[in-house]
């Protein structure tokens, strides 16, 4: 059942995360819930995705706030849900490490990323459904990349092979004049575990939290 709600993603080795912000949104600065799509390496929408958080105010929260991504294919039925429980986000104690669920299909869990404490380098484990460790993702010391784009590399447990990775673009997708949004890559093997890309695309959505002053919301 896993191969057949998560088809698409079966098939791709890049993978393009997109925000769509609303021009009203975009012009009156008021913010509505996020709306996502998730490309193909030719642009073509294969899944579109929308937060959800209970935060009033967003800017007030973030990056602490807790959400929920749904991620829908192109009938609207759910294939992935990305939750990420609250919590604080300091890098001084590494109790407070961040972690967020992947679920494909909803209530059927795919695996976790979870944030692995470094002093000098962002390091997260992907792990699958039983919680064992399955990759690494090892992101540059400095991740504010002033309008460059950043690459988080995708690892072996060993860290001595890099089978991918995770970029932040900041240049070449962007196609609305009236903001800065950011986009996400991902490359994989085509032949990675289906649910593991899966649980790839909610590390971009925490990454990006973490890191990015969560700029996918474009303003």
Request: glycine content about 6%; proline content about 4%; charged content about 20%.
């Amino acid at each position: 059942t896993h191969h057949l709600f998560l088809f698409f993603l079966k098939q791709l080795d890049q993978i393009i995360i997109h925000q769509q912000v609303e021009l009203l949104e975009a012009i009156l600065g008021t913010e509505t819930s996020s709306k996502y799509e998730i490309k193909n390496h030719l642009g073509q929408r294969v899944y579109f995705a929308v937060e959800e958080n209970d935060c009033f105010d967003r800017k007030l929260c973030s990056p602490l706030r807790s959400f929920t991504i749904r991620i829908a294919d192109s009938t609207g039925r759910e294939v992935i849900r990305v939750i990420r429980p609250l919590r604080c986000n300091s890098c001084c104690f590494p109790c407070f490490l961040q972690e967020l669920e992947v679920q494909s299909p909803p209530g059927t869990i795919a695996g976790y990323v979870v944030q692995n404490w470094d002093p000098f380098l962002p390091k997260f484990t992907i792990q699958n459904e039983s919680k064992e460790d399955v990759l690494k993702i090892i992101g540059p010391c400095a991740t504010c990349g002033c309008f460059e784009d950043v690459d988080f590399e995708v690892k072996a447990l060993s860290e001595m092979t890099t089978i991918g990775k995770i970029s932040k673009y900041w240049s070449g997708f962007v196609n609305n004049v009236f903001t800065n949004t950011a986009n996400f890559g991902i490359q994989v093997p085509v032949d990675l575990d289906v649910r593991i890309k899966a649980v790839l695309i909610g590390a971009c959505f925490l990454i990006d939290l973490m890191f990015f002053e969560n700029s996918l919301d474009g303003l």
